[in-house]
């Protein structure tokens, strides 16, 4: 499926032309890439929000620009810390057949036998470079945990291979890892401290009274 982003060449002057588009809930942008000189543009909001909301970040979207179809990835983007809106977006115009590195997120799925018995599970890593044609780009890397039991660890090397990109990253990154229940044995720790003072503290009242009664 075709992720297809209507697309206007937009002036650059006068400076209040940014917010009357913002206002009209218009994003402002800039294409540039394979074959194509930068270039700044406006197109719909919403329509992009859609789009990368459905298919991720690393959609391929064919920009439909002056009766041309430009084949773009999303390479940066700037929103609003408030209302999250796109500001302003880098479309990079990319050649179907040559491989580029993007970012893809690591998903892990699975309940890990380490976590059902008591362990939990702590992800380092959630995103991996990967090198791929733009079609080929994939949304997310899926890596099952279900057999890690407690000291179990997973890296790169533990992705699964796929045939339509290579993964980039180097092979020993950390992922994720099935750690001991620390919180329990700190409550434990805390418990024993407790009682050895409770007992240290009776052995003293007792020394007190046994030197009292010795004193009459």
């Known amino acids: 499926m075709t992720n297809k982003l209507q697309v206007s060449k937009r002036e650059l002057r006068p400076r209040s032309l940014r917010t009357k588009l913002r206002n009209e809930g218009k ?3 800039v294409v540039y890439g394979y074959k194509v000189d930068s270039t700044p543009i406006v197109f719909d909001e919403m329509d ?5 909301r459905d298919h991720g ?10 009766g041309n179809k430009i084949n773009t990835l999303v390479h940066g ?6 209302t999250n809106f796109y500001q302003h977006v880098e479309f990079m115009a990319v050649k179907m057949d040559e491989e580029t590195e993007v970012e893809a997120d690591i998903v892990l799925v699975g309940d890990a036998k380490g976590v ?3 362990g939990y599970l702590a992800q380092s890593l959630y995103k991996v470079t990967v090198a791929a044609t733009p079609a080929n780009i994939p949304e997310r890397i ?3 945990v279900s057999d890690l039991e407690i000291g179990d660890s997973v890296t790169v090397a533990d992705l699964p291979e796929d045939k339509s990109y290579t993964i980039v990253s180097e092979p020993d990154m950390h992922i994720a890892s099935v750690n001991e229940p620390v919180a329990e044995e700190e409550e434990e720790t805390e ?4 009682s050895t003072e409770e007992e240290a503290s009776e ?4 020394e007190t009274e046994e030197s009292t009664e010795d004193k009459e």
Not at 48 to 52: D, E, F, P, Q, T
Not at 203 to 206: D, N, P
Request: avoid cysteine.
């Open 27 to 29: 994003a402002l942008g």
């Open 48 to 52: 992009l929000r859609k789009i990368l």
């Open 57 to 66: 970040d690393n959609a391929l979207i064919e920009l439909h620009f002056d």
């Open 77 to 82: 983007s700037e929103t609003d810390p408030f």
């Open 116 to 118: 059902k018995e008591g």
């Open 142 to 144: 899926e890596l099952d």
């Open 191 to 194: 418990s024993e401290e407790g």
């Open 203 to 206: 052995g003293s009242s007792e």
